[in-house]
C-alpha cells in the first residue's frame, strides 16, 4: 500500500482578540502538525484580521489563515482533530485540491511570468510615448467672423 501525498488547502479562523503573538502560536502549531507527521507547507497567506458574516461564539471578527500544503491522507484526521481541541480556532475547513485545477494554476502562472518577461524592457529599448490628443481644445473665435 502507497501512501501518496495529496496537496490540500486548510483555512481556518483564529479568535481576533488575541494579540499577534498568541496568533502566531496558534498558526505554528498547525504548521507543527502538519510538518511533524509527513507533510510540506507549499505557502501560509495569513489574511488578518475581518469581520465575521456572522456572531461565531458571541465573536464578530476572526483572525483569518490559509495554509497550501502537501501530506499524507492520515494527516487529515490528526489536523482535525488538533483544530477541535484548539478553542482559539473557531471555524476551520480543509479541502483536496484538484489535479486538474492544479494543473491549471502552474499553465496560468507559467504564462504570467513569459507575459512579465516578455513586458520588461531594457533602457535602450523604450518605446516613444505615444502622441496624446488634447483633451479640451479652444473654442473658435466666432465674434470676429
Known sequence: MST?????????IVNASLDDAQIEAVV???QDTITKNGGAI??????????????????????????????????????ERSYQ???????HLTIV??????????AAAAAAAVAAAAAEVT???????PAREPLFTEPADTKNA
Open 4 to 12: 501518496s501525498n495529496n496537496m490540500y488547502e486548510t483555512t481556518f
Open 97 to 106: 485540491l484538484d489535479r486538474k485545477a492544479l494543473a491549471a494554476r502552474s
Open 85 to 91: 481541541l484548539d478553542e482559539m480556532v473557531l471555524r
Open 28 to 30: 505554528g502549531r498547525v
Open 42 to 79: 507549499e505557502a501560509v497567506n495569513k489574511w488578518g484580521r475581518k469581520r465575521l458574516a456572522y456572531a461565531i461564539n458571541k465573536r464578530t471578527n476572526g483572525f483569518y489563515v490559509n495554509i497550501e500544503f502537501t501530506a499524507p491522507g492520515t494527516v487529515m484526521a490528526l489536523l
Open 123 to 129: 533602457p535602450d529599448e523604450k518605446p516613444a510615448a
